[in-house]
């Protein structure tokens, strides 16, 4: 078992920024490749970033590219997603999760962790 607990979400205006954490306990952290992904009200939940167990790799959703910055510290078990220029469409519930890669690519499978989330909401 893995426990998830994201934090750092609140309320910001266009432009600003946020950083979220994803603290981990449980199985070996760095075991994991880690996801961010997020939801919107009426929408479904769609891939935002992932790091490789190592750092080494990195993927983003196009949409988040340039502004977005995903990183690890796996002596604390944490996972970070360092949001700038916020945008309203950024807007949602943030969570994280557990993979893996297989090459460059981010993976899920279904007996994946996730995190309880944490709401981001920018206004404009």
């Known amino acids: 078992q893995v426990q998830l607990v994201e934090s750092g979400g609140g309320l910001v205006q266009a432009g600003g920024s946020l950083r979220l954490s994803c603290a981990a306990s449980?199985?070996?952290?760095?075991?994991?490749?880690m996801g961010w992904f997020r939801q919107a009200p009426g929408k479904e939940r769609e891939f935002v970033a992932a790091i490789s167990w190592s750092g080494g790799s990195t993927n983003y959703a196009d949409s988040v590219k340039g502004r977005f910055t995903i990183s690890r510290d796996n002596a604390k078990n944490t996972v970070f997603l360092q949001m700038n220029s916020l945008k309203p469409g950024d807007t949602a519930v943030y969570y994280c999760?557990?993979?893996?890669?297989?090459?460059?690519?981010?993976?899920?499978?279904?007996?994946?962790?996730w995190g309880q989330g944490t709401q981001v909401t920018v206004s404009s």
């Open positions: 999760a557990t993979g893996f890669y297989i090459g460059s690519s981010y993976y899920r499978r279904s007996s994946d962790y």
């Open positions: 449980g199985r070996t952290f760095s075991n994991y490749a």
